[in-house]
């Protein structure tokens, strides 16, 4: 069955630095992989959409990489700062056409000032 | 930006009833809305995905009987937990997409449920 995994355990930097997540899937083909942003007792905020055909994107500070042949994206948010703190999500979409998503249970990260 | 709500934001209920959860689409209208269901530090689970004027089409392990989705107009969507148990106590989360495939999905804040 399809699985998708995020590294469980929290992620602490320091501020300044460079966070990078990341999102490993197996059994599963996706036509695009979309990155969002969740805080607590909150619903998750779209950040980045990467597609197949594509190796990377960026926006503002943040950047993603996709690799089909890896079946792996990784997330990187540079110069972090404590804002940035939350649990970050990775999810993939296949080329139904339903957009539909399976998402990853997410990685918490904590940039520490 | 595109908004989605929720109402209500937090619901607390005795086992036996039903609770409605209203997701409406502010400032666009939504082809499609999705339902999730999120337990404590896991993933969004896929429970439904509502078209307009169409029945819900409802994932594996879902029941429908038990997840009322009703999806009347183009800015609004409901799930109804019908006799609500402990069990059904978790995060509900909305979704809703202007277009098809691999448009964005803007998510409600979502709705804490909890079953006496």
């Known amino acids: 069955s399809q699985k998708i995994e995020q590294n469980s355990e929290a992620l602490n930097i320091q501020e300044g630095k460079t966070a990078t997540l990341t999102c490993n899937y197996t059994?599963?083909?996706?036509?695009?992989l979309q990155w969002y942003r969740q805080d607590p007792g909150r619903g998750p905020v779209f950040l980045l959409l990467?597609?197949?055909?594509?190796k990377e994107k960026r926006k503002e500070r943040l950047k993603v990489t996709f690799d089909t042949t890896l079946k792996q994206s990784l997330f990187h948010i540079t110069a972090s700062q404590p804002a940035d703190s939350a649990t970050y999500l990775c999810?993939?979409?296949?080329?139904?056409?339903?957009?539909?998503?399976?998402f990853g249970q997410g990685t918490t990260l904590q940039v520490k000032p | 930006g595109a908004v989605v709500s929720q109402h209500p934001s937090r619901v607390i209920c005795k086992s036996g009833t039903s609770v409605k959860i209203e997701c409406r689409s502010l400032?666009?209208?939504?082809?499609?809305m999705f339902w999730y269901r999120q337990f404590p530090k896991q993933s969004l689970m896929l429970m439904a995905t509502?078209?307009?004027?169409?029945?819900?089409?409802?994932e594996q392990g879902v029941e429908k009987d038990k997840f009322l989705i009703n999806h009347a107009s183009l800015t609004l969507s409901t799930l109804t937990v019908t006799s609500a148990h402990p069990e059904d106590s978790s995060f509900y989360i909305c979704s809703a997409m202007r277009g098809r495939g691999t448009d964005t999905q803007y998510f409600g804040p979502g709705t804490r449920l909890t079953v006496l």
């Open positions: 059994n599963y083909s996706p036509a695009y």
């Open positions: 999810a993939l979409g296949g080329s139904s056409n339903t957009g539909k998503l399976i």
């Open positions: 400032d666009f209208q939504a082809t499609t």
């Open positions: 990467i597609r197949e055909n594509e």
């Open positions: 509502s078209n307009e004027g169409s029945k819900a089409t409802y």
